[in-house]
């Protein structure tokens, strides 16, 4: 018969929400166990590692992490139109392999932590031990008996598909190139070939980019496409990497015994495919949610629901909820609105506003600043008279409960 483990908590995933959770949670002395199926934490590297500079104020780490910062972005248009933006903002590049496995660094060789490494959750199934409920995980190599199971397994999360929760995804493809283009400048280029999100040029320093897009279909013969379009020779590639990107709104995240946070959880902004500053802050929500589980040895999900997901809609749930409409609306562009919308904003000189007010990640006080310009607002209204369905889509998403 299968030896059963017993641990408080099982965090499925390994990379930066199930690092950074376990970091936390480890300071209170449960016996954490981490599965990750991956036999290296930090690989394979999906990202393109641009983050607002909150991340310094959210978490303390190394300044080796920091490869750069950017101190302008170019929004090119479908027709080539370009606007340019530099403030305070300065978003930073990162080197996301060393993020991930910094907290890992941090924790691995505590006594109440343990990593399995090459290992996969396969399932889990709820128990009553001593009248109290309690969770059996099944891994490919082991049986776990824990109190609380938190689902970081990212956008494909195996956890959220057990409890009936399933992401919308896009494909995400990148290289990583040695060229000279302005070694300062970040680049999001809309095309409609890949309108689903857009291309990007991420600047590394020392000549070094990461060049890649999103879409939901072929993102490979797209991302050649773009890198004929930028004149990027391949022999200049250094590597590849491609990911998965949920999108939509942030999920269900409490169920008895089980939380979702991260990727799995759908906190992800539409708009661009990131979620580090999102998933930090609710993982410092469900940190303090999971003390007072474990202090009331109640782990339903009422409680969870009362001190993780509320406070994760107040505090991103409405702005991941703007950074949706704001995709939906940028779908719904034709390249003619697109370069109607980028002469507004360049004729109006609006880009002080986005310069002043702009937020990567809490995007609303922007856009409330930017209704006011009669410009931008006759256009959009002019927009949605013409595009029902649209009008239909954002409805939906403002009634939506989550």
Known sequence: MEKVENYDIVIVGGSIA???LAYLLSKKNYRIIVIEEHGEIGYPFQCAGIVSKKLTQLITIPQTIILNRVKVAKLISPSGLVIKLAGEEEPLIIDRI??????????KHLSNVTYLLNEKFKSFSPELEHS?????????KRQIKCKL???CDGPLSTVARLLGVKNKVIYGAQVRVKASFNDREAV???????????GWIVPEGNYFYRIGLACEKNPASKLNYLLEY??????NIVNRQGGIIPLGTMNRLAFDNVLLLGDAACQVKATTGGGIIMLLTAAKIAAQCIDLCFKNNDFSHRIIEK??????????GRELKIHLILRILFLSFTPEEFDHLFSIIKMAKIEHLITLYGDMDFPLRFLLKLLRNFSILRFLTHFLKNNKNVIYQLIKIFMKRR
């Open 188 to 198: 999001m280029i809309f095309k409609p070939i890949w309108k689903e999100l857009f």
């Open 18 to 20: 199930g690092n950074y």
């Open 149 to 151: 199971v938190i689902g």
């Open 230 to 235: 930028l004149q990027v020779s391949k022999k």
């Open 307 to 316: 001190y993780y997901e509320r406070p994760c809609r107040r505090k991103i």
């Open 132 to 140: 109290e409920r309690i969770m059996r995980v099944q891994t490919s």
């Open 98 to 107: 060393a993020l991930d496995r910094y907290f890992y660094e941090k924790i």
